[in-house]
């Protein structure tokens, strides 16, 4: 996997580059405009970390598709980044310190997130020759929140987007060209992004935090993208429960029964006493590819 360093206003920044080849050992001609998987790792991750979690570089290799890992900027880029002190974020659109659930300790972002992830985008598509109309994003946790707002602001680019236990903070007037696709995963017990909201303590907090239902978001992104509300059951068996927003581009929201603040079938490294129990019930980074695999950009 390649390291790639893009100018940004921001100053250097990185992401982590995966092309597929037809053979083995990376010696055969590449595979021909490969679709492209773009993931977000969550707050105090990168993109080694996520992708060891998760599986995708794996599964893209044996699915022939490239992957694009972009890392996110810690608070104080003249220091080291550290998970509590100084972690690696994305500027998901939260508002000011103390709204929303915002932490007091870790200010909001104020990088320019979603123009990086446009320069990641077309970097990998010239470096893997990708197909344009075949883009997916995927992120997880404060990554979940990112592909939200880079959905809204990269609608042109995406076929579809696939967040996973994060809040929407899409601020007000940032909406999407297009209809973008979107399926959402969370844990029935999710511990920092709650399914019905209410009070959380996270790793950079010293007290507790209201935060609102994961639904009142997901219902203004049903907005966003012109689908109405509320979901309808699609099915609910064997610890799934799946529900479909009806309107003009599929919106599905998967709930996994017993599964913490972890990637769904991840190998559930976060803390447990922090992000609770994880689970191998859904494959996410095989679902999701799955899902992405029916659409292209029209």
Same mark, same amino acid.
């Given at each position: 996997?390649?390291?790639?360093?893009?100018?940004?206003?921001?100053?250097?920044?990185?992401?982590?580059?995966f092309v597929p080849s037809r053979g083995a050992g990376g010696v055969s001609p590449l595979v021909p405009n490969p679709p492209l998987v773009v993931f977000l790792h969550g707050t105090g991750g990168t993109a080694e970390w996520a992708d060891d979690e998760t599986g995708? *570089?794996?599964? +893209? #290799?044996?699915?022939?598709? $490239?992957? &694009?890992?972009?890392?996110?900027l810690p608070p104080d880029p003249a220091r080291p980044p550290k998970f509590l002190t100084n972690p690696r974020r994305w500027n998901d659109g939260r508002r000011a310190e103390g709204e929303d659930g915002a932490s007091v300790n870790l200010p909001p972002s104020r990088a320019d997130d979603v123009g990086f992830l446009r320069a990641v985008i077309d970097d990998a598509i010239s470096r893997s020759q990708a197909d344009p109309g075949r883009v997916y994003l995927s992120?997880? *946790?404060?990554? +979940? #929140?990112?592909?939200?707002? $880079?959905? &809204?602001?990269?609608?042109?680019?995406?076929?579809?987007?696939?967040?996973?236990?994060?809040?929407?903070?899409?601020?007000?007037?940032?909406?999407?060209?297009?209809?973008?696709?979107?399926?959402?995963?969370?844990?029935?017990?999710?511990?920092?992004?709650?399914?019905?909201?209410?009070?959380?303590?996270?790793?950079?907090?010293?007290?507790?935090?209201?935060?609102?239902p994961v639904v009142e978001g997901l219902d203004r992104w049903a907005g966003l993208i012109g689908c109405r509300t509320p979901p309808e059951l699609v099915a609910d068996a064997d610890g799934l429960r799946e529900e479909a927003y009806p309107g003009p581009v599929p919106f599905r929201v998967v709930t996994v029964a017993g599964l913490g603040h972890h990637w769904p079938g991840g190998r559930g490294r976060l803390n447990h006493r922090l992000a609770g129990p994880p689970s191998d019930r859904w494959d996410a980074t095989a679902r999701v590819w799955e899902w992405f695999k029916t659409l292209a950009r029209r």
């Open positions: 996997m390649d390291r790639i360093t893009l100018a940004t206003a921001d100053g250097p920044r990185e992401y982590r580059l995708w *570089s794996a599964l +893209a #290799g044996r699915e022939g598709f $490239a992957l &694009a890992l972009p890392e996110g992120g997880f *946790s404060n990554g +979940a #929140g990112m592909a939200f707002r $880079a959905a &809204a602001g990269l609608a042109d680019r995406l076929a579809a987007v696939a967040p996973v236990a994060g809040y929407h903070r899409v601020p007000e007037g940032e909406r999407p060209s297009r209809p973008v696709p979107t399926l959402y995963a969370i844990g029935s017990v999710d511990p920092l992004v709650l399914p019905r909201g209410g009070e959380v303590r996270n790793p950079w907090e010293h007290r507790l935090v209201r935060r609102p």
